[in-house]
């Protein structure tokens, strides 16, 4: 099996006991398979961020990219980075400077804790120990008034790429067999869910049997 947008829609009748009927037409089946991969990347993301080990089944996700930096011209102390087009989620980072050295350790902090950081005499953005915050297409780096940034060294998840609707012998995600296999389980599922069908308890239990062993 190649695991075709068709031949996966097909499967799922098959899982759902549709064979013949239309009542999960392609776009409907695709939206929701679409929404089952967020959330099965979503689940191996947090595994990564527990183990620091990049699972098999996203793998093929899982790049790396060396963002060129420049002076923010909103502030000149700071720096920013593109993030790049394909990003979804972030793994790793890492700050090269313009003597080839390396920081430390580099903290992604969100928003709200951004200026408190600053302001703590503990928490400075030093040359080790820079600060980095994420807007929604830009890093923006403080690695204090001594070091120059040359680039953030990036692993990243990128986002899946599906076929569309006019792409039936298009493979339906960019994942394994066996991550497709899972996905389709829990679309299978969310579909069960919204048309109220009896066998929605089953079908979460086992989906839900299967997460914690990941847990």
């Known amino acids: 099996m190649d695991y075709t947008l068709s031949e996966v829609h097909l499967k799922l009748k098959q899982l759902s006991d549709k064979m013949g009927s239309d009542y999960f037409v392609l776009p409907?089946?695709?939206?929701f398979f679409e929404t089952a991969t967020y959330d099965f990347v979503g689940e191996r993301l947090k595994i990564i961020e527990k183990t620091q080990?990049?699972?098999?089944?996203?793998?093929?996700?899982?790049?790396?990219?060396?963002?060129?930096?420049?002076?923010?011209?909103?502030?000149?102390?700071?720096?920013?980075?593109?993030?790049?087009?394909?990003?979804?989620?972030?793994?790793?980072?890492?700050?090269?400077?313009?003597?080839?050295?390396?920081?430390?350790?580099?903290?992604l902090i969100r928003n709200a804790e951004y200026n408190i950081a600053r302001n703590n005499p503990n928490k400075q953005?030093?040359?080790?120990?820079?600060?980095?915050?994420?807007?929604?297409d830009l890093f923006e780096l403080n690695c204090g008034t001594t070091a120059t940034p040359q680039n953030i060294k990036l692993i990243y998840c990128k986002k899946p790429s599906f076929a569309t609707t006019g792409e039936p012998s298009t493979r339906i995600v960019n994942l394994p067999d066996q991550s497709i296999e899972e996905i389709l389980k829990i679309t299978v599922t969310n579909l069960f869910s919204k048309t109220a069908d009896e066998r929605t308890q089953t079908q979460y239990q086992l989906q839900e049997t299967y997460r914690k062993v990941f847990k």
């Open 28 to 31: 409907v089946f695709l939206n």
């Open 53 to 107: 080990e990049i699972t098999d089944d996203i793998r093929t996700l899982v790049g790396s990219a060396l963002l060129n930096v420049a002076v923010n011209p909103n502030d000149s102390n700071t720096y920013v980075s593109s993030i790049p087009t394909d990003y979804h989620a972030l793994v790793a980072q890492d700050v090269i400077y313009d003597d080839s050295s390396r920081c430390r350790r580099s903290d």
């Open 125 to 136: 953005p030093t040359k080790q120990y820079p600060l980095i915050l994420q807007y929604s």
